[in-house]
């Protein structure tokens, strides 16, 4: 974690720690797979290869590829000085650095924060976001976005998601027998090669699928509460998260698909109509949410004097 007045969070730390293991794990086990497929060909570590420089570049260009897919500017404190004073106060208060700022013009409300450091970072709101909230929910949105910064757990969803890039490139590639032709090995009783790398990518890539989620939900919550203790506004922070979940169900339909490679890293999903109870939600359910934030006022209630 980077240094800051955010409370510590061991527990996202031992999951962020044990999904980028495991990925790792998977991910060798995905080149030694392909290796036996390929029966020792070099194109097994040309796979590696690729996959590593996937890794590289999401993690050097994450900023980048993220406001370019949000359609969002970087904005000076002359252009938004609500938005970076805000921002100056929380840094302050969090004794962070100070993130770039951005602005996505989109009717959806929400906010993401994303880049491979703290000092490489920025946190982006859309302008559906700023005409929907109130500047004491804004602030607790912000403070939550500037927990992950802090956290640096969008660093690790952002490289951990490699693995199942490169998996669905080899279930595309595999399903059509884009590998030596579709043709078997030499033992007649083998099976095809294509079918060998459609397995072991399709195992990859659902397992990496499945740490992913598990480990998104996890640092929605964890964001939630250290946000909430560093506003000591937590009924804010619950007050934002129900009107933008609201708001998702004026939004049209294809707006809201046009955003979703982005959920990961929202605030909230740009979903609507839906259960977030399920094993592939990247968000813990808006109840779940809300009862967090109100144990945490409950909690600082019975601290004051």
Known sequence: ????????????????????????????????????????????????????????????????????AMRAREVTPQQAPELHGMIDRLCAMADMPKPRVGIADMAIPNAFATGRSPSRSVVCVTTGILGTLTAEELEGVLAHELSHVAHRDVLVMTVASSAGIVAGMLTQGAQYGAFLGGGRRDNNSALPVWLVVLLIS????????????????YRELAADRAGAYLTMKPQALASALQKITGEMNTIPQRDLRASQSMNAFFIAPAIRGVSLRTLTSTHPSLEQRLEQLAQIQADLGRRAP
Not at 4 to 27: E, H, I, K, N, Q
Not at 204 to 212: E, G, H, N, R
């Open 1 to 68: 974690m980077a240094h800051s007045r955010f409370a510590p969070d061991r527990g996202l730390t031992a999951r962020m720690t044990l999904v980028m293991f495991l990925l790792g794990a998977l991910f060798v086990a995905l080149i030694v797979g392909l290796m036996y497929a390929f029966s020792g060909s070099p194109l097994a570590l040309l796979i590696g290869v690729a996959g590593l420089g996937i890794a590289w570049y999401q993690w050097y260009s994450s900023d980048t590829v993220a406001m370019r």
């Open 202 to 217: 399709m195992v990859t890539y659902a397992v990496s699928f499945v740490l992913l989620k598990v480990l998104s939900r």
